[in-house]
């Protein structure tokens, strides 16, 4: 028996940052997001030879050890498998389990795509489809979260967990106490069409932790930074403008808010941007491109762009020729996946 899962990639559209806290708590926050066909796998191979094997292989990481009910975390290895694993023997109290866990990725860690919390939704997937566990779509989320941010103590906001289970255009409030909503969007197949056919992500080739970004987000917010929380206010209503023009077509809105949500996620933090990405941001909109931002939390990973369906090429040539990667992606309506492979008889 093999049981795969996979969970897409998440592109920010606007009011990413509000959902880290104590900004939601204090003053509640809204995000704009939308899955994409970019994905993290895993797969689970059972086994009974008494051993936990973890292989990740686009991160080059291998760990094995005898089976056992709670694993010593004792670096940064494998951290989100660790973490997972751990979390599921005890939530749910089950016994030492023997398998072989294989793992990776579409997009490297620091993409700003949000792929360590894509994972341990994956992995949690893939677990929860092997043991049969009694996990909803907010509950999965919610422990994928609770995973990263309190067991293993990583720094981040709450979208990426939530855009992982669920897939597709989302508007998603936060609130204290860890509240979130999810509103799926019944975005038509025409807009849809539309917005990828304008759709460029390039990656810079400097992959950042996130971490120490939204360390600064935080401390400023706690010191009621006026210019960080003007900012960070600013881009909970650009997510409802977003919604709005979203749903209405408004092609020009988006954009113009895509820009301006950029502007407004440089007020959080010093290190969101840097000379290289403004360098970057102005080529690309001096060569065709009618927005752009960085996606995620900031200082590296991937820049995405909007421009028209019929600029996209040309536009797109001329990034290759610098030394980033470019990547024309679709969207993805499905969230988090799994199914199971039995052997042949």
């Known amino acids: 028996m093999i049981i795969n899962a996979k969970a897409p990639l998440r592109l920010g559209l606007a009011g990413g940052g509000t959902d880290v806290s104590p900004f939601c708590d204090v003053y509640g926050g809204s995000i704009l997001n939308v899955t994409i066909e970019m994905y993290a796998y895993c797969t689970i191979e059972p086994t009974n030879d008494g051993k936990i094997v973890f292989d990740s292989r686009d ?12 694993i010593k ?26 398998f072989k866990m294989t793992t990776f990725s579409d997009a490297p860690v620091g993409s700003g795509l949000g792929s360590s919390s894509t994972m341990v939704v994956c992995i949690l997937k893939a677990f929860t489809e092997w043991l049969n566990l009694p996990l909803g779509e907010y509950d999965m989320a919610r422990l994928a979260y609770s995973i990263e941010r309190e067991d293993l103590d990583l720094h981040g906001g709450k979208q990426d967990q939530y855009a992982a289970v669920f897939g597709g255009f989302n508007f998603m409030e936060f609130g204290k106490n860890n509240e979130v909503i999810v509103n799926p969007l019944k975005v038509k197949n025409w807009i849809k069409n539309e917005i990828e056919s304008e759709l460029i992500l390039y990656y810079t080739g400097t992959s950042r932790e996130s971490a120490k970004i939204i360390d600064d987000q935080i401390k400023s917010t706690k010191k009621k930074n006026k210019k960080s929380l003007e900012g960070m206010m600013e881009l909970k209503q650009g997510a409802v403008e977003m919604k709005n023009a979203l749903l209405t077509a408004n092609f020009n809105k988006i954009s113009e808010l895509l820009n301006k949500g950029w502007e407004s996620k440089k007020k959080m933090a010093k290190t969101i941007s840097n000379p290289e990405i403004d360098k970057l941001y102005d080529f690309i909109i001096k060569n065709g491109a ?32 610098l030394d980033g990667i470019v990547i024309v992606p679709s969207l993805c309506e499905d969230g988090a996946k799994a199914w199971t492979i039995h052997d042949e008889e």
Do not use: W
């Open 290 to 321: 009618k927005a752009a931002k960085i996606s995620g939390a900031g200082g590296g990973g991937f820049m995405m762009i909007l421009c028209e369906p019929k600029e996209r090429y040309s536009l797109a040539e001329k990034l290759r020729k």
């Open 59 to 70: 991160r080059n990481e291998y760990f094995e050890c005898d089976s056992t009910k709670k």
């Open 73 to 98: 975390i004792d670096d940064k290895q494998l951290l989100l498998h660790k973490g997972v694993y751990n979390r599921l023997l005890k939530e749910f109290k089950l016994d030492k389990l023997s």
